[in-house]
């Protein structure tokens, strides 16, 4: 069985997605995955409910609680090779992880950024691409690399941006292509030879 461990920071909505997929998809029986785990940093991440509700392996480090990001990012690394994961996906995951971290899932990282890469890596990209005049926007599914959002590119999705968009209402329109991006990007991930 091939496990996919999911971290989040939050909502937890591209999680949710993924995992409604799985159930619906039967990615069990046809592509022999499942999601193991979901893991956050935060103790009050609304996914971790959902999460749980679905019967999914639970686990929460706080990341306050070490005194550096290798520390932090070591115990992570220990919780998450208790599943011996053949892929790990950041969804909202809020940390940046170190070159170690990296490394050692090189190849079976993803992640989701709210912003056509290789525009505006790194936060607030949506009021960045409001401010910039962008009149398209969107979210990029990439491989992580040690380079923040510089991985390269498997899947892309475009909205425009509109005259009266406020940061919340164009990340709103973003998340609804997210959710449809990200979970094909997995499929496609799994189905790749090994
Ligand atoms: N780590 C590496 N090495 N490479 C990437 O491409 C990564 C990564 C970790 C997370 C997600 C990313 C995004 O999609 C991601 C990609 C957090 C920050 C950040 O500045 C930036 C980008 C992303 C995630 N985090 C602050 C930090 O100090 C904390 C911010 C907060 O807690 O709200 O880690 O955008
Ligand atoms: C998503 O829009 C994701 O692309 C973004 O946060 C949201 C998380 O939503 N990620 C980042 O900004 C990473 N820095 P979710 O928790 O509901 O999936």
Known sequence: MKNIVILISG?????????????????????????????SNKADA????FA????????????KAFPSREAFDAALTQDIDRHAPALVVLAG?????????VQHYAGR??????SLLPAFPGLHTHERAIEAGCKFAGATVHEVTAELDHGPILA??????LPDDTPDVLAARVLTQEHRIYPQAVVDFLKRPA
Do not use: C, Y
Request: aromatic share 4%.
């Open 11 to 39: 909502s937890g909505s591209n999680m949710a997605a993924i995992v409604r997929r799985a159930q619906q998809e039967n990615w069990e029986a046809r592509l022999g995955a499942r999601v193991a785990a979901v893991i």
């Open 109 to 114: 990282l993803l992640n989701i950024h709210p």
């Open 52 to 63: 749980k509700e679905q019967g999914i392996s639970t686990a929460v480090l706080d990341h």
């Open 156 to 161: 892309q999705a475009v909205v425009p941006v």
């Open 93 to 101: 995951f809020m940390r940046i992880l170190t070159p170690g971290f």
């Open 46 to 49: 609304k996914g971790l409910v």
